[in-house]
């Protein structure tokens, strides 16, 4: 096994979508033709970045990677600080607007259970949430404008920026940010994989598309003792118990029902014997929320709700409250250029609405500083779908060239909107 992401040769590769769909428009400058020769290989990145994936901030060979395709298209791309992230402009009219997109490229901590030549190589980590299928979109788009930067058909600069530890804390995005990723930008947007739509299929949504999301840990302490004489001692096993069922309800109670607050916790422990109290226990979760006004009194809310159901059980409590991201707000007027991309690009039957998901994206950060928009990316395969962020999670390739035409027609009737 090699740890190298060198592109690999030969082999099958999946069918694709090069056609341009019936009631699109074609790409200009005979780009269709370029994007039809791409796709294999588009493909073939897509599958070895899958087989070699890398945990949030670790992304190194996978920058690389990308660092050198995009310099074998005649583009300058720039390492992040780190060297695990990847900023790249492509340089149009020099006096036109300053357009970004962004994909990520992080990898989960989950061992790979596909039954396919591509699976991940590396133990306990795979590309669960379709950050390699983002990442080679990316690519795509960037091989696609810089022709038609060449023939100086571009009405001002793309930046692309491939963003490392979209899924941990503290986020990637503000990497990119404090590196200047979004230096004279105007507008910024970005697609994500979504297993409930069909290839073809482009969720769009104006207002929030993603829920706020934080991390919640709650460390308690006692001094321990005998299961013989709990009176003796504080049990931490049962204050433990009061924590994981009555403060997600508690929480709750607290805000609006509207706000759709929700608190799991997703690992607990506490003790090693069975018949010693421990003097230490811990839960952690995820607190999530729909609205921003929510979002900003949630910590304060937490931390009376825990303090209030753990006081009557004597334990001491620890409550770190990490800062996630909060909600991505999608910008009505990117929105605009979106559904009028959509509709060059896949015809109108490619436009579909889409709910506001529970899930946090930290592409919410870039929008604090300027305006944009997070679009859904139909990658269902027929029959039952496995859900992002499951092991066994395989995303239909023909979404590869689709994304590619999305974001192309989105960037030129992004740059000419803002011209």
């Given amino acids: 096994m090699t740890s190298a992401l060198t592109l690999p040769s030969g082999g099958h590769l999946a069918s694709s979508w090069t056609a341009a769909p019936t009631g699109s428009q074609p790409l200009p400058f005979e780009l269709d033709h370029l994007l039809a020769l791409r796709v294999p290989g588009l493909i073939a ?22 660092a050198r395709e995009l310099s074998l298209a005649g583009l300058r791309p720039r390492l992040l600080p780190k060297g695990n992230g990847v900023i790249c402009d492509i340089d149009g009219r020099p006096d036109g607007p ?7 490229i992080d990898a989960l901590p989950l061992t790979d259970t596909k039954d396919v030549p591509f699976r991940s190589t590396v133990d306990g980590v795979c590309h669960a949430c379709g950050h390699d299928v983002h990442t080679s979109i990316m690519l795509g788009v960037g091989m696609l404008l810089a022709q038609l930067a060449d023939q100086g058909e571009l009405p001002g600069r793309v930046r692309l920026i491939f963003q490392p530890a979209e899924e941990i804390l503290p986020c990637g995005s503000l990497e ?8 004279d930008v105007v507008q910024i947007f970005a697609l994500h994989c979504d297993p409930n739509l069909p290839v073809g299929k482009i969720g769009l949504r104006v207002g929030p598309i993603t829920a706020a999301a934080d991390n919640v840990t709650v460390r308690l302490t006692g001094p321990g003792g005998h299961t013989a004489r709990p009176h003796l001692t504080v049990d931490l096993v ?3 118990g009061r924590l994981i069922t009555e403060v997600p309800a508690l929480v709750s109670r607290r805000v609006p029902a509207n706000s759709g607050l929700l608190l799991v916790f997703g690992h607990a422990s506490a003790g090693t014997r069975y018949n010693v109290i421990p003097s230490e226990a811990c839960a952690s979760g995820t607190l999530r929320v729909m609205d921003r006004d929510t979002w900003e009194m949630a910590p304060k809310v937490v ?10 059980t004597g334990a001491t409590v620890d409550l770190e409250y990490l800062r996630g991201r909060p909600p991505v707000s999608n910008d009505s007027r990117a929105i605009q250029v979106l559904t009028a991309a959509t509709a060059a690009a896949l015809g109108p039957e490619g ?37 992002l962020h499951r092991a ?17 027609q989105t960037a030129l009737r992004a740059l000419a909107a803002a011209s």
Avoid: C, K
């Avoid at 899958?50 to 670790?58: I, M």
């Avoid at 590869?400 to 192309?408: D, F, K, L, Q, S």
């Fill in 45 to 66: 990145t897509r599958r070895h970045i899958h087989s070699h994936p890398e945990l949030s901030g670790q992304e190194f060979e996978t920058a690389a990677l990308i």
């Fill in 98 to 104: 300053v357009i970004a997109l962004r994909a990520d």
């Fill in 176 to 183: 990119v940010i404090e590196a200047g990723g979004l230096d």
């Fill in 238 to 240: 049962d204050a433990l």
């Fill in 303 to 312: 931390g009376q709700v825990v303090r209030d159901v753990i006081a009557p």
């Fill in 351 to 387: 436009i579909a609405e889409t709910p506001q998901s529970m899930g946090g994206e930290d592409f919410s950060w870039y929008l604090e500083y300027v305006p944009g928009a997070l679009a859904r990316l139909g990658v269902g395969r027929s029959g039952p779908n496995v859900d």
């Fill in 392 to 408: 066994s999670f395989d995303p239909d390739e023909r979404a590869i060239p689709v994304g590619v035409r999305v974001m192309v």
